[in-house]
């Protein structure tokens, strides 16, 4: 980058580094809930900034329900209740964006799910076993319009129920970018989908008694094979919207103010994905898309900026202006995510359980694709003596986004308590690893990982 670029005002930059600093006091502080971080004026002498800019990362922090402003006396930005949504919304777009196939979302549930299982079985407590009886109970309620297009209810309180906060959010990502595959599919003339929906019932029915009973292996095995299920269901209905497809207007989106905001950011971002956007091309002005979506200008204006802070897409000004498609950028929801996470008070135990089935499924797949990918194995060689890099390289060679992303937040969250380093051992057992990989030896690469994260956890 040049320096005249480097110094280019990017939209928003100063208002992001507001936010920034201002969710690090937030959290240094411990969270306070209801605390006042300053009225408007007080805040804007702070950072020197002008209204705009202050309001804008306001908006930001409200996004992330970090903080809200109070009027009135006494009032000023104070410090909000956490709330997983945008959390888990942000990660949400960004994998939508790029384009994450039901496959890639099933291999990742197929490491994440039973292993929360595994932990629920021992970790249950009374108030998980209602939940998880209640979640039955609606879909013998509602049978005539449950069936796998549903199944997530339980799928959440089965993670949330694993006692580990970060295989909570990203089995929830998961569910949520499942659910619009799975919303999607079709039926398919002759088949009997009766049958199909009892045996996800029996199956779920399976899942939880196990966990009911505390048997951790029967609970694995039932998640295993629900899972199976899932994914070849999935395989079997999926459609795929006709390329440069966008869905008739106006919306008819439910919600007001903010709230009608994100559904309209979500919309687009939809729309834009479907679509087959290309990156760089305008998605449509400002005019065409108040008059498609049937919004106000205020509401449209605060669905750009949502869309912008995802780096999903930008408003150019001027002839030939428009909505821009952008390439998506992590970034954003990976920082966001590790710092929901970290103030959940994640122990070294949870962070270790969750990047160990998440690498240790990397290196499978890797191994498995490893014999016809002579260009992929040469990055791999080239990172064994860098670190984390490595790790990421590993990732990124599996071509599965979710894992890409899911790593990133397991090392930027452990990144404060352990990293893999430079040093001769780490690049030796790096280069063990790869060449159990580049056999094709899942098993001994599976291993050798395993051990290497847990020395990296025990130091
Ligand atoms: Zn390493």
């Not at 502080?29 to 805040?43: D, K, M, N, Q």
């Not at 103010?257 to 400002?286: N, P, Q, T, Y």
């Amino acid at each position: 980058m040049t320096a005249a670029a480097a110094g280019t005002k990017v939209p928003g930059g100063r208002a992001v580094q507001v936010a920034r600093r201002l969710e690090d006091e937030i959290l240094a502080r411990g969270r306070p809930v209801g605390a006042v971080l300053g009225s408007e004026t007080e805040l804007r002498e702070r950072f020197g900034v002008s209204r705009s800019v202050l309001r804008e990362a306001i908006r930001l922090l409200e996004h992330h329900q970090l903080a809200r402003m109070r009027r009135g006396p006494g009032g000023g930005l104070c410090v909000a209740a956490p709330d997983l949504g945008p959390v888990s919304r942000a990660l949400v777009v960004y994998l939508e964006f790029v384009g994450a196939s039901a496959e890639d979302l099933m291999r990742a549930r197929l490491l994440l799910e039973p292993l929360s299982v595994r932990l629920a079985a021992a970790a249950t407590t009374g108030q998980d076993r209602d939940r998880l009886r209640q979640a039955l109970a609606v879909e013998r309620e509602r049978w005539a319009e449950w069936d796998l297009r549903m199944d997530d209810d339980l799928h959440v309180i089965l993670a949330r129920s694993s006692g580990n906060a970060v295989l909570g959010l990203l089995i929830e990502v998961l569910l949520r970018l499942t659910a619009r595959h799975a919303r999607a599919a079709q039926g398919i003339p002759g088949e009997d989908a009766g049958a199909e929906k009892e045996g996800a019932h029996q199956r779920n029915l399976r899942i939880a008694e196990a966990v009911f009973t505390g048997d951790a292996d029967a609970a694995e095995t039932a998640m295993t094979e629900h899972l199976a299920e899932t994914a070849r269901w999935l395989r079997e209905h999926q459609v795929r919207r006709p390329a440069g497809e966008r869905l008739p207007g106006p919306a008819s989106l439910g919600g007001t103010g903010r709230k009608l905001a994100e559904l309209l950011a979500d919309r687009i971002h939809d729309d834009i994905a479907a679509g087959g956007w290309m990156v760089g091309s305008v998605f449509g002005s400002e005019t065409e898309l108040l008059g498609c979506y049937g919004v106000s200008r205020s509401v449209l204006r605060e669905a750009v900026r949502l869309l912008e802070h995802h780096s999903v897409a930008r408003m150019r000004r001027g002839a030939g202006g428009g909505l821009v498609v952008q390439a998506p950028d992590p970034a954003a929801s990976i920082h966001t995510t590790a710092l929901y996470l970290d103030r959940q008070g994640i122990g070294p135990a949870d962070w270790r359980e969750v990047r160990d089935a998440v690498e240790g499924g990397c290196v499978q797949v890797v191994a498995v694709d490893a014999v016809d990918a002579g260009e992929t194995m040469g990055r791999l060689r080239t990172a064994v003596g860098h670190g984390e890099a490595f790790h990421r390289e590993l990732a990124e060679a599996t071509g599965n986004p979710v894992l890409a992303v899911f790593l990133r937040i397991v090392t930027e969250l452990g990144a404060r308590q352990a990293a893999c380093g430079e040093s001769e051992g780490d690049r030796l057992v790096h280069q063990r690893i790869l060449q159990a990989v580049g056999c094709g030896d899942e098993g001994l690469a599976r291993n050798l990982m395993r051990r290497h994260l847990r020395a990296i956890a025990d130091r």
